[in-house]
């Protein structure tokens, strides 16, 4: 396993990769999820780039970089039995150099969900993404279902600049409770670790309606807020029955659906999603 930091020794072990490359990007302190991201890719690729850079262009203001969890060593020794083969760490001074002015910033479906609670957020991940694909040039790439709306921008810049790499997006790795693996997971503590598994229980809540046939999406929103409201530690700040390619809020069901929600418990946000097939 190469680790390397600069972007030319980036270029010259890129380079020296021979068949198929899988790009896995992370801002580290990994885990199951991106495991399993990496174990897929080593199945589908010969090769796989694991990255690993904290970017601060897709924190808000409000939002504390410095305190983001980072422990290089362990996210090496986690990788390092799993065939990753190159490993890129590159700094903030090398992504966004002084006088860096270029972004990337995909439109209408950024600006509900996520992106109306962090409004700069995407720009910041597809702006990174874009720099990550023209350095490692994958034949694809990996992310994980619980960022569902950032996997969704992320195939629409990949369709609008005709990026020649396919986006594969692999399922939420979730605890025993239910609660969707995250590193911000870390900071849940107590009865807000206890309370956490309120977003699974209103998502599966919603399912089963749509199983037992239900396909009115404010009813399948209803549901989900009814079961948060029974968590008097959740704040709820959205909960979305939207079309799964577009993001567009739906009144009626009849095509691939994303059930998703942000929920607010002390101080730790937290997201997740079901599609509904
Ligand atoms: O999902 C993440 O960890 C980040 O948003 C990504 C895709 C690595 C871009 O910084």
Redesign the pocket.
Known sequence: MQIVSTLSDLRTARLSLDGTVALV???GYLHEGHLSLIRKAKQECRNVVL?I?V?PA?FGANEDLSKYPRDLERDLALVSPLGVDLVWTPTPEIMYPNGYQTWVEVEAMTRPLEGAMRPTHFKG?TT??AKLFNATQPDKAY??QK?AQ?AAVIRQMVRDLNFPIEIIVCPTMREADGLAMSSRNKYLEGDDRKAATILFRALTAARSAYEGGERNAEVLRRKMREVLGNEPRAQVQYVSCADYDTLEELETINGKTLLSMAVLLGKTRLIDNFVLE
Do not use: C, L
């Open positions: 990007p992370t801002m990255s850079f970017n897709q991940v990174v993404v992310f994980g960022d950032q």
